[in-house]
């Protein structure tokens, strides 16, 4: 019987074949209800070979492994930029942010993005990215926050920055 054949003779149905029996993970080695697996259909009745709880911690021990890696591919796939070209532009801007000049600690980096065209514009300090997207890029709610900010410190011209 050829590889093709056994496949054909499996349900399409799969989780109904078993459908109370536990399972065994092969990552804790313990038998688990079925709820506790994820459906993966490459697998002959229908669930993954390790539980959630497994499968989760392989994921995130992976992502801890080389979090560089993983920024770099997230820029390269969300903004379509290359390593080397986040590189340079942190080169460029000599590790300061486009908006308040502040030195940007590598982990607090963010590629700044026009949300209409998905062009990318500069890198950011955290703190000023994060005010860009609660102001929804706005130049003019920018302004006005502004003129609040000015109109109040002359009214209290104690207050500091």
Same mark, same amino acid.
């Given at each position: 019987?050829?590889?093709?054949?056994?496949?054909?003779?499996?349900?399409?149905?799969?989780?109904?074949?078993?459908?109370?029996?536990?399972?065994?993970?092969?990552?804790?080695?313990?038998?688990?209800?079925?709820?506790?697996? +994820?459906?993966?259909?490459?697998? #002959?009745?229908? !669930?993954?070979? &390790? =539980?959630?709880?497994?499968?989760?911690?392989?994921?995130?021990?992976?992502?801890?492994?080389?979090?560089?890696?993983?920024?770099?591919?997230?820029?390269?796939?969300?903004?379509?930029?290359?390593?080397?070209?986040?590189?340079?532009?942190?080169?460029?801007?000599?590790?300061?942010?486009?908006?308040?000049?502040?030195?940007?600690?590598?982990?607090?980096?963010?590629?700044?993005?026009? +949300?209409?065209?998905?062009?990318? #514009?500069?890198? !950011?300090?955290? &703190? =000023?990215?994060?005010?860009?997207?609660?102001?929804?890029?706005?130049?003019?709610?920018?302004?006005?926050?502004?003129?609040?900010?000015?109109?109040?410190?002359?009214?209290?011209?104690?207050?500091?920055?």
């Amino acid at each position: 019987m050829t590889k093709r054949q056994r496949h054909r003779n499996v349900s399409r149905e799969p989780l109904a074949l078993f459908p109370d029996q536990p399972r065994l993970c092969t990552g804790c080695q313990q038998l688990l209800p079925r709820s506790a697996f +994820h459906r993966a259909s490459n697998y #002959r009745d229908g !669930l993954a070979s &390790r =539980c959630m709880e497994c499968a989760n911690a392989r994921v995130r021990a992976a992502y801890h492994k080389n979090p560089a890696r993983d920024a770099a591919r997230h820029r390269r796939r969300k903004y379509g930029i290359t390593h080397d070209q986040f590189e340079a532009m942190l080169k460029t801007q000599a590790n300061k942010c486009a908006i308040c000049r502040d030195y940007m600690p590598p982990k607090d980096t963010h590629v700044d993005h026009d +949300h209409g065209s998905g062009k990318v #514009r500069e890198l !950011l300090c955290g &703190r =000023c990215n994060r005010t860009l997207g609660l102001v929804a890029d706005s130049p003019r709610l920018l302004r006005l926050m502004a003129d609040y900010i000015e109109r109040h410190r002359l009214a209290l011209p104690e207050a500091a920055d």
